[in-house]
């Protein structure tokens, strides 16, 4: 068994066969890993656009490739072949979040035609896998992190590193995965790219529920107790749909605590997820209307 730690550099471009814009891959870096975690070779390519003559200004300040060095580059079809080549069998591949494979799975639709494709075996999301070492030493907060952000966290020196360039994003990479490598907590997230609903689960968008009719929706979670004495409570008005979330004013006959309870359901691809609160109702505004008092006019007397 050996790991690979691939990182992928993207430019947006537009593509006039598809007259629209792609995250085209112009550089692949990656180092392969031993089963004790020690690097045993490296790979590195720089891809040159077969349609583009221009990388974006701010992907060559980002990560230094310039429109030069991309146009010296060699054809993407090549630069897989030889990665696919140097990556071989029994492998498990990481990248830092699954964005890459998007990228990946768009460049092989759209640029190669899907006739050829990357040597992904088994797959984990490094940022997912660490994110949640994190959490067990308390970190709470919810945002995905950045590869630079990780380091930082858990003291890792990047003075040496060129961040934003595909080989050292790999060996960033690599530091992270030493720090926070345990066995079983890393095979549990580790996916076979062979099953055919991993591509499915990856490409699916997560959307929330609109309709409070919808089948999908759970009536049960539409019934809240109250906050103080625990009784159901009962609901005052009908729900109001803003900003993915329902509301409506709930009471309880018990304690006639008045609150506004919300619920929002998010599909994801394997269930619904739900989230409830409770806030305390906004008091009403009042509208004053002036009221003008009627005037008569009265002739003058001549």
């Known amino acids: 068994m050996k790991y690979i730690m691939l990182d992928l550099e993207w430019d947006s471009a537009y593509y006039p066969p598809e007259k629209q814009f792609i995250n085209q891959i112009l550089q692949i870096g990656a180092v392969k890993l031993n089963e004790r975690l020690e690097i045993i070779d ?4 720089t891809i040159r656009s077969d349609f583009s003559k221009r990388v974006t200004g701010r992907f060559a ?19 897989v072949k030889r990665y696919n080549e140097w990556a071989g069998k029994d492998t498990i591949t990481m990248t ?3 964005s890459d494979l998007y990228s990946i799975k768009r460049n092989e639709e759209m640029l190669l035609h899907d006739q050829l494709h990357f040597a992904i075996e088994r797959y984990l999301d490094l940022q997912k896998f660490v994110q949640g070492e994190m959490r067990l030493t ?37 530091a992270l995965l030493k720090h926070c490598y345990q066995p079983e907590r890393f095979a549990a997230l580790v996916r076979d790219t ?11 968008k997560p959307y929330p529920l609109s309709n409070i009719k919808d089948p999908l929706i759970q009536k049960e979670k539409l019934i809240f107790q ?19 979330w329902f509301a409506a004013n709930f009471k309880c006959p018990a304690c006639g605590r008045k609150f506004n309870g919300r619920v929002s359901f998010i599909k994801t691809y394997d269930n ?12 009403k505004k009042r509208t004053v209307v002036e009221k003008q008092d009627d005037v008569q006019s009265v002739p003058e007397k001549v």
């Open 42 to 45: 490296t790979f590195e390519e």
């Open 61 to 79: 300040k980002l990560t230094g490739i310039t429109s030069e060095i991309m146009r010296n580059g060699i054809p993407l079809h090549e630069a």
């Open 96 to 98: 830092w979040s699954d």
């Open 138 to 174: 308390g970190y709470t907060d919810k945002n995905q992190i950045s590869l630079a952000g990780a380091a930082e966290y858990f003291g890792i020196d990047t003075e040496d590193l060129v961040l934003h360039t595909a080989g050292d994003d790999s060996r960033l990479s690599v």
């Open 194 to 204: 062979a099953d055919p609903e991993f591509y499915k689960r990856l490409r699916f």
């Open 226 to 244: 109250c906050d103080r004495c625990g009784q159901t409570a009962v609901r005052c008005n009908a729900w109001k749909y803003h900003n993915r």
């Open 272 to 283: 619904v997820k739900v989230r409830r609160k409770i806030c305390e109702c906004k008091p």
